[in-house]
């Protein structure tokens, strides 16, 4: 037994029922009645001091049963879902937002996208549907067409206000002055000092949700590997893992260790364009030139040895769709040489700049209390002292050989813009270090193995470590053996509220520097 | 401050030329582009990029043209924040439901003549997302496009090419 299903068995009892149809068997699946869904969330908090990772609905009237919402918890290695079935008329469950703060955004899209509500909700306006669509559109429920273009109604929507002597707004967006993603921003505040901020997202809603419903196991991939362009990797590998457990695919180990390559070479490609804008937000231009360079010069050789800049559609159901020679490993480590020689100069003058310093410390901090509430993930966690990252706590190939790859995690507790920043620096230099490894000891084989489609009404999760942070799939097969839902939670996710809160005492003119060192993905949050 | 000078001199200038195989191609519209910019947009041409539902890999590689290796001002091209005052949108799409308004009010802030270039698969037909409740499709279904660069998402080399091509 596990710290998670002991905290819920001793105090849940015969309530529960275990579920034998969620993948892998290592992520268990309990079914409780609704009436206890948030008494299990209470007991899991206060008991084994779990973390919220997910929460989310899925619609099975497809098998007859009504609809379905569940909650997803974390303590350290393990992960356990929390289920409970709601009937299809009047659906409701009650919210674990007065619990679990991220449940806040996560209950407002299942209301929202499904039309299911949590009772007891503190905020009933809409999340990711904008007020001008109309009230019955639930595109996530079975019974909603998708091909067809929605209408507009009048609506508006409610911001929060701030009143007092020397208040004012700012409303920045959805069409910012650079060249990034859309979303609104609204601040409050006095003289330079913001008092509140406020985030509006959901400008990039796509239906990704719903696209992957009409598509076969196979496109799927492709699509995760758009849900958030820069993190495109990652997102495929989580989804053709979450795809793996449900089937008997065996992924070959030579497979494993490429997708490991991609995935490292995509969070070097990352961190390095980062860290970059973080200084370039800080009028420190000098280093967003010269580590651009560093980061066209790792895109290149991706596009050489790869065919593919951010290696899109290099990560398929049952394995990887481009190999390496010999004379690629070589191309890789020398590139790798001359990227760490110029990338260990340019740290030193990044520590050694104190006008750089000057901004990015005790800039934009979310305390480490703080953070834990919010449940952070990834590279703003790992700069609030939560020590979390996939690929040491819930290891998946090749980095479960721990005594091996002796992979090291950097961990802060300033929660600064620094802090972030610094992460990003150690994690460079740890995946340039993993990918030799990985290089000199990658296993012979094939790349690919043959994949059946998995049963009906079978589930598959999966957790994979991205460049920003931990990314869940979670899968399920209709009654068909077709995609019937296929939830994605992206790192950004969570982390939106971890600025929104890490701002309130910060300067205006430091938001930017702020927002990049957090670097969150719109479309990955907006799906 | 003596190491940012030693690491500046000792990278030297890095921007360089396309690459060999389209270098004749780019000569060759680089001329007649220097020609148009000069007669239409007195020696500069300044581009509003606008996100209107993208997946952000086209951003990325957007963002990439003004690294120092492409470097795109030397073409007279350059990035402003403001639609005021641009002479071309660069957009990517596909343009989402919730976008459709925050696009067609960027184009209308946008002084004529003006020149609209629709950027990846996805703006060019919608791409993998295709036409849904959420999603409109390519960036002509809400306004008018005048040129179009394929790619998914398109290179930098591309990107240049296409820009250059829409001003000929």
Redesign the interface.
């Known amino acids: 037994m596990s710290v998670l299903t002991d905290a819920i068995t001793s105090a849940l009892g015969t309530d529960i029922q275990f579920d034998k149809r969620q993948y892998p068997s290592s992520v268990i699946c309990c079914t409780v009645p609704v009436e206890k869904f948030a008494e299990a969330a209470w007991v899991l908090k206060k008991k084994a001091f779990a973390l919220l990772a997910a929460e989310w609905a899925s619609d099975e009237t497809p098998f007859g049963r009504g609809f379905c919402v569940f909650a997803c918890y974390r303590w350290g290695k393990e992960y356990l879902i929390v289920r409970s079935e709601l009937p299809s008329d009047n659906p409701q469950f009650p919210s674990l937002t007065r619990r679990y703060i991220p449940a806040y955004r996560f209950e407002r899209q299942i209301q929202s996208l499904m039309g299911i509500t949590p009772a007891g909700h503190p905020d009933a306006r809409p999340w990711i549907k904008f007020e001008d669509w109309p009230a019955g559109a639930w595109p996530l429920r079975k019974s909603f067409d998708a091909s067809k273009p929605l209408p507009r109604v009048a609506g508006e929507y409610e911001w929060i206000k701030a009143e007092g002597e020397g208040v004012y707004e700012i409303p920045v967006g959805p069409v910012h002055a650079g060249i990034i993603e859309p979303g609104h921003f609204r601040f409050q505040a006095v003289g330079e000092d913001i008092i509140n901020l406020e985030e509006r997202l959901g400008y990039v809603h796509k239906g990704i949700e719903k696209k992957f419903e009409a598509l076969s196991w196979q496109d799927g991939a492709r699509l995760a590997g758009r849900v958030s362009g820069d993190t495109t990797v990652a997102h495929a590998i989580a989804y053709c893992m979450a795809l793996e457990t449900m089937t008997d695919c065996n992924v070959p180990e030579r497979a494993n260790w490429l997708r490991a390559i991609f995935l490292e070479r995509e969070r070097i490609a990352n961190h390095l364009g980062d860290i970059g804008a973080i200084c370039n937000d800080a009028a420190f231009a000098f280093m967003l030139y010269q580590m651009s360079r560093l980061r066209e010069i790792v895109l290149r050789t991706n596009h050489k040895l790869f065919g593919h800049r951010f290696m899109m559609d290099k990560v398929i159901p049952g394995g990887a769709a481009v190999d390496i020679d010999s004379e690629g490993k070589k191309e890789i480590l020398s590139e790798l040489d001359s990227i760490s020689k110029d990338f260990e100069k340019l740290v030193i003058i990044y520590d050694e700049s104190p006008s750089l310093e000057d901004r990015v410390r005790d800039t934009g901090i979310l305390r480490p209390e703080l953070a834990r509430e919010l449940c952070v993930v990834g590279i703003a966690a790992r700069a609030s002292g939560l020590n979390l990252d996939c690929r040491i706590f819930n290891p998946f190939p090749p980095y479960d050989q721990y005594d091996l790859i002796e992979l090291g995690v950097p961990v802060l507790i300033t929660g600064d813009v620094h802090a972030r920043t610094w992460v990003r620096i150690q994690e460079v230099r740890e995946s340039i270090r993993i990918i030799r490894y990985m290089l000199e000891n990658l296993p012979d084989g094939e790349i690919t193995s043959s994949f059946t489609p998995p049963s009906p009404d079978m589930s598959g999760f999966a957790a994979v470590e991205g460049w920003r942070g931990e990314i869940i799939y979670w899968l399920q097969a209709g009654p068909k053996g077709e995609i019937n839902r296929c939830m994605v939670r992206d790192p950004s996710s969570v982390n939106w509220l971890g600025l929104e809160q890490a701002i309130p005492g910060n300067i205006v003119p430091d938001f930017p520097l702020c927002n990049k060192s957090f670097n969150q993905s719109y479309s990955g949050h907006d799906l | 401050m003596i ?2 000078l030693k ?2 001199f000792r ?1 030297g200038i ?1 921007t360089e030329p396309l690459p060999t195989e389209i270098i004749s191609e780019v000569e060759e519209v680089g001329a007649k582009l220097e020609e148009a910019v000069r007669k239409r947009f007195r020696g500069s041409l300044t581009i509003r ?16 043209i ?4 492409y470097n795109c001002e030397r073409f007279g091209v350059h ?1 402003t ?3 005021r005052f641009a002479d071309m949108l660069l957009v990517t799409g ?1 343009v ?4 459709e308004i ?1 696009l067609r009010r ?1 184009y209308n802030a946008t002084p004529p003549p003006k020149i609209v270039v629709a950027v990846g698969d996805c703006g060019c037909n919608g ?10 499709g390519g960036i002509d279904k809400v306004i008018p496009v005048n040129a179009v660069i394929h790619g ?2 398109p ?1 930098p080399v591309a990107l240049l090419q296409g820009i250059l091509k829409a001003i000929e």
């Open positions: 190491r940012i690491q500046i990278t890095v990029q606008v996100d209107a539902g993208s997946c952000n890999g086209c951003e990325l590689e957007i963002h990439a003004n690294n120092p290796i990035f924040a403001s639609p596909p989402t439901h919730n976008m925050a960027t791409g993998i997302f295709g036409e849904s409740y959420a999603s409109l998914c998402p290179t």
